[in-house]
């Protein structure tokens, strides 16, 4: 599974690309465990960029709950964005919505959840490829 | 560390290797012996038929000056005679009248005045090119030596004599010659001892030391004798012979002096009967310039000697094909360098194969070693039939083999530990995938016994409920479970744990037991606060991070009132038979269980028309998929719950029409998940619990299906059957 990353500030994006099942769970958990585990250098957000998903599997939910109670645990925000209409029916199905916000789009999760990343955001001039 | 001891085995121990090496310069000879071009000598042989005409051997030297004589007049270049006389003519007249006593004194006197059979054989032979036989002795005989001048050159040491000391050459300590009389009158004195190897005679010394004179072969000194020499030269390079000079030729000999005769086949021509040659029926130009041996071949008299090319021959015949030998220059040769260049190149083609073994496959290894063999053998052969050299193929061969022999053992050994290490590997896997799927089989097992049999609900009017549960390739976390909280109240659950294999059914199965234990604590359970408890227990132990999914409900049986609580699981179908159709529940939900911490869930509350059926299925029948990849669906679920819609059937009946469905859908795709379907009918408060049967757990209607899809109803022929056999008993 390809999964991009993007920092804006004190944010995270990640945006993994495809199915995320069986097969590509364990890649993005690779790619999410040093994210969300408490480090000095860890983000105090993070934002799964979904636009690119086509379909989720338990599996993947399973995934997205562990980087959710990691978060939580160490208070940051996640978010997952842009989700897909079949991801957003899976969402709907699991009430995933409960486990991590969804918003529609990437600035309004960033806007939600650091004022510093959305303002990095707001000049690609700061951005900074991870 | 094989080729190198191999390579100095050649070069070091030649001793060693001399009757494969023999066997091969033999085998050499054989294949291609020398063709006759020339028959410089012959031999003039005292054979059966002169014997059988003259009386047996040994003939009195009158005789042998008879035939010396005749021999002489045909003009021979040199005359050799290979018949060893250390004793008086036993023969002769004075010898006679010594043993036989007296007789008649005139007769006496007249036969003193004979000359003795020695003279005459002496006379004979001194106006001839004659050379007598001499024998090497190991001991001393005290016989007088005669043997030309012998001068010695060393082309390498100052002193000659140092160098003939450190020679190799044949030594005797003593020599057997023929009587004095007859001794003394020859022109040459030749050796005509030769060691048979191996019971063959492959080489002749040209140069011995008997009792520290020189002297040399027979063969040498007729070929004096014939060029009229009056020495011969012993050419020495330190202590390396490397020939003998007669007159200006030299005859190059090997570094002791030997010399290797290149065996002809016998040839008829190179004899003479001495019968013929004494009643002079041989033409003169036979023997004219010939170098001429005197010789007796008599059966049983003799020697006779095998010979490289197969065949056995007197003694005379091998000093003739030795004359030939000298005469046209075909004495073959094993040069001094020849072990060196056989362990070279063993030492060669041993390491291209040491390097090609493992880098080639074993055939093509297999061919370096025959090729190598062959080229060995090939260059062997030619360079004995072209140049007359002896190089040794033979051994480098078989030490070539002797190595190609190790390396196949050795290859062989890797391989053999190499496909073990392989079988072991493959042992363990098999024995791991034993393990697991015993393990599997074990937790398939427990997974399916743990699920609930709709009959132990028992009979009633009130209720139609089926379940089943079919695990994918692996075993799964899907969970059904059913049991009455009392005569009024049915608690059911269908749940989904995220995650597949062992550990998701044994969350499973955990999961289960804590929501009926949670459940059965409570006195008047509400849906939320059991979801609540249940996400509370499930969540404590939880190291896989794994969550569950699930849909519980509380069906009471007399009002239809459901109340439910939805755990992030799919959202149920509500099929009413007179109202909207297909129905989800949607509401009084939360997310999975162990997904997030201390959720307050919320229950809801719904109330059920009579015959309304609900259906709650687990995610392994929407998202199951067929070859192309495409999503079973809820429309597709709800679509054949529809058709159910039109003629209300059993609850057994939907499920197995659903999964059939299902199964048909996915045309023979693998599942990727545990399908799990409850389809569960409220018939209404009619009459409730038929009497007596509530709480019998006999079977109503079992399906052969396997997953167990089990039903009970109270509107089909099979529990009327069952009651009729439950009032029996």
């Known amino acids: 599974m390809e999964v991009a990353r993007r920092r804006f500030a004190d944010v995270v994006v990640v945006a993994p690309v495809g199915r995320l099942d069986h097969g590509s769970a364990d890649e993005l958990e690779r790619v999410l465990r040093p994210l969300v585990e408490p480090s000095g250098d860890a983000p105090a957000g993070l934002v799964l960029d979904f636009g690119r998903v086509d379909y989720v599997s338990s599996v993947g939910l399973r995934v997205l709950m562990i980087a959710a109670k990691e978060m939580r645990r160490r208070g940051a925000r996640i978010a997952v964005v842009g989700l897909q209409p079949v991801v957003a029916e899976i969402f709907a199905i699991s009430r995933f919505h409960s486990v991590l916000d969804v918003f529609d789009a990437l600035p309004t999760a960033l806007k939600a959840i650091s004022a510093a990343a959305a303002a990095a955001y707001g000049s690609p001039a700061v951005s900074t490829s991870t | 560390m094989l080729v190198t001891a191999l390579a100095l085995l050649i070069v070091l121990a030649p001793r060693l290797t001399a009757p494969l090496r023999e066997a091969w310069f033999d085998a050499c ?30 003939w009195p030297r009158s005789l042998l000056a008879e035939l010396v004589d005749r021999v002489n007049g045909a003009g021979p270049a040199a005359l050799g005679i290979d018949i060893l006389m250390p004793e008086p003519d036993p023969l002769s007249p004075e010898e006679l009248r010594q043993w036989r006593g007296a007789g008649p004194p005139a007769r006496h006197r007249e036969q003193a005045e004979w000359p003795t059979n020695d003279a005459l054989l002496a006379r004979a032979l001194a106006a001839a090119p004659a050379v007598l036989a001499v024998a090497g002795l190991p001991e001393r005989s005290g016989r007088s030596l005669r043997s030309p001048p012998f001068v010695v050159q060393d082309r390498a040491a100052a002193s000659a004599a140092d160098g003939l000391a450190a020679a190799r050459i044949e030594r005797f300590a003593g020599a057997l010659t023929s009587v004095d009389a007859v001794d003394r009158v020859a022109r040459g004195w030749g050796l005509v001892s030769a060691d048979p190897v191996g019971g ?60 290797r005769v290149y065996f002809s086949r016998r040839h008829a021509g190179r004899f003479v009967s001495a019968l013929d040659v004494l009643e002079d029926r041989v033409d003169p130009e036979r023997l004219r310039q010939k170098l001429v041996l005197v010789a007796v071949t008599g059966l049983g008299l003799g020697e006779v000697h095998a010979t490289p090319v197969g065949e056995r021959m007197p003694g005379s015949e091998i ?24 362990a070279a190149l063993f030492a060669l083609l041993a390491t291209l194969l040491i390097v090609a073994t493992p880098a080639w496959a074993p055939r093509h290894a297999l061919w370096v070693a025959v090729g190598g063999v062959a080229i060995l053998l090939a260059s062997g052969y030619a360079a004995f039939r072209t140049q007359r050299l002896l190089f040794d193929a033979a051994t480098p061969s078989l030490a070539l083999l002797l190595v190609f022999g190790a390396l196949l053992v050795a290859t062989l050994a890797e391989a053999t530990r190499h496909r073990r290490s392989l079988e072991q590997v493959l042992q363990r896997q098999r024995e791991h995938n034993a393990r697991i799927a ?68 044994i969350f499973m199965a955990v999961s289960k037991a804590l929501y009926k234990s949670a459940t059965l604590r409570m006195e008047t359970p509400d849906l939320g606060t059991l979801m609540a408890a249940a996400n509370a227990e499930v969540s404590r132990d939880n190291p896989e991070a794994l969550f569950v999914t699930a849909f519980a409900a509380i069906l009471d049986l007399d009002s239809g009132t459901l109340a439910y609580c939805n755990a992030g699981h799919e959202n149920p179908f509500r099929v009413d038979p007179v109202g909207a159709g297909v129905l989800r529940i949607t509401d009084g939900d939360g997310p999975p269980l162990c997904a997030v911490d201390a959720f307050a869930y919320r229950g809801a509350r719904l109330q059920l028309e009579p015959g309304e059926l609900l259906c709650v299925v687990s995610d392994g029948v929407t998202e199951a998929r067929n070859p192309g990849g495409d999503l079973y669906g809820s429309a597709r679920l709800a679509a054949v719950l529809h058709r159910g819609r039109e003629a209300p059937v059993a609850a057994g009946a939907v499920v197995a029409t659903l999964l059939a469905d299902v199964a048909n859908f996915a045309a023979g795709a693998e599942p990727a998940d545990d399908i799990t379907v409850l389809a569960l009918r409220w018939n209404g408060p009619s009459a409730g619990p038929a009497p007596g049967q509530v709480g019998r757990s006999e079977p109503v209607k079992k399906s052969s299906r396997a997953g167990g899809v089990q039903g009970a109803n109270d509107a089909t022929d099979e529990t009327y059957l069952l009651d009729r056999r439950g009032g029996s008993e």
């Open chain 2, 319 to 342: 000093h003739a094909q030795l004359l030939e030998n000298l005469y046209d220059g075909t004495l073959l040769s094993r040069p001094s360098w020849g072990p060196v260049l056989e």
């Open chain 2, 200 to 259: 063959v005679i492959r080489r002749v010394p040209l140069v011995a030391e008997i009792d520290g004179t020189l002297i040399g072969a027979l063969a040498i000194e007729m070929f004096r004798v014939a060029a009229g020499a009056t020495s011969l030269r012993l050419v020495l390079s330190g202590p390396t012979v490397d020939g003998i000079a007669v007159g200006r030729a030299l005859v190059p000999t090997e570094a002791d002096g030997g010399a």
């Open chain 2, 29 to 58: 000879q054989a294949l291609s012996p020398r063709v006759v071009t020339a028959m410089p000598a012959v031999v003039v042989a005292i054979d059966g038929p002169s014997l059988a005409a003259f009386g047996r051997w040994p």
């Open chain 2, 438 to 505: 015993g393990e599997l089989d074990a937790a398939r097992r427990i997974q399916t016994a743990m699920l609930p049999r709709a009959e132990s609900l028992g009979p009633d009017r009130r209720l139609d409920l089926a379940a089943a549960m079919l695990p994918a390739r692996e075993v799964g976390g899907d969970l059904y479970d059913f049991f009455r909280l009392d005569e009024r109240r049915l608690f059911f659950l269908v749940g989904d744990v995220a995650g597949k294999g062992l550990s998701a059914s």
